[in-house]
């Protein structure tokens, strides 16, 4: 995932893996597709993922992209589709494994599914940022048997690593009762944004990896709501800012907010609000 622009302040080559060190200069938006060689981890020391968007593999369409965490796990081989609105300078810690031994022991390989991807995009597990966040400082700073601690934390990091993929699994085939937290971001990220019609179902099982039933349940286990009122609180939350911040009509507003004509929006907006979208938007206006 090296840009132009990129420094290489530090590097380190030993048994079973490769590490830079990058500083990055600022960037504007861009959009980029890369494919490495070798299995990779990248990790943005202390700055975030910031608003890159990924995708792994070609992408079917603008909802392919999903929010990259601050450490992205890359298989070899595979395209990576990278969308940025642009970045500060930044470093970050690359990791480069061989590809046998990371491939044994996560199961992540060119062929991963949506599940193992999804983990791929996002690895937020406790053990491998510990272990990154420790990596990282002693490959900045090297001391006495350098070289043995970063290679002993590497393959700590390894280690993590495989129990994070095995994690998602288990979550995946309903032997977890919860979200993860990445889950839960995720179908956030969608649900406020504002470009596209409210997802369904569907869409938020599969940004997660999981099955429609497993997303139901697991929800509701997480948040103690169900994810379908999460959903219409989103829609009717859109649906009230459109009326009151913007001019558009309410047949515009009922199209964007994915509704097939007016009068269905409409009727939904009356059920929960007690009045139709007209007569809330006149009675806000008269308000003001």
């Known amino acids: 995932m090296m840009d132009r622009g990129y420094r290489i302040t530090a590097e380190l080559s030993l048994a079973h893996m490769q590490l830079e060190r990058l500083v990055q200069d ?19 020391n202390a700055t975030g993922g910031g608003n890159a ?10 909802r392919s992209f999903s929010p990259f965490g601050s450490a992205v796990v890359v298989p070899a081989h595979m395209a990576l589709h990278v969308r940025s609105p642009g970045f500060a300078v930044r470093e970050m810690t690359i990791v480069r494994f061989e590809e046998s031994p990371f491939e044994d022991l996560t199961g992540v390989d060119a062929s991963a599914n949506e599940v193992e991807l999804a983990a791929c995009a996002d690895v937020r597990a406790t053990g491998v940022i510990a272990a990154l966040e420790r990596l990282s400082a002693e490959f900045a700073r090297p001391a006495i048997a350098h ?14 690593l495989a129990r994070h993929f095995e994690a998602s699994r288990n979550r995946a085939s309903g032997r977890g009762g919860t979200l993860a937290a990445w889950q839960v971001r ?4 969608r649900l406020v944004a504002q470009d596209s019609p409210p997802p369904d179902i569907e869409e938020l099982a599969a940004l997660c990896g999981i099955g429609r039933r497993h997303l139901m349940r697991a929800y509701k286990a997480t948040t103690g709501t169900t994810v379908m009122a ?15 911040a913007e001019n558009r009509s309410v047949k515009v507003v009922a199209g964007a907010l994915g509704y097939d004509s007016q009068g269905s929006f409409a009727t939904a ?3 929960r609000f007690g009045q139709t979208p007209s007569d809330w938007r006149a009675q806000r206006r008269a308000m003001h």
């Open 147 to 160: 070289e043995t601690i970063v290679a002993g934390l590497g393959m700590l990091v390894l280690g993590e």
């Open 53 to 62: 968007l990924g995708c792994f593999g070609e992408p079917r369409s603008h």
């Open 26 to 44: 600022g960037s504007g938006p861009f959009e980029r597709v890369h494919r490495l060689d070798r299995p990779s981890l990248v990790y943005l």
């Open 186 to 189: 995720r179908i956030e990220e």
């Open 269 to 271: 907006f009356r059920r």
């Open 230 to 244: 999460r959903v219409q609180q989103t829609l009717f939350d859109r649906a009230v800012h459109m009326l009151d």
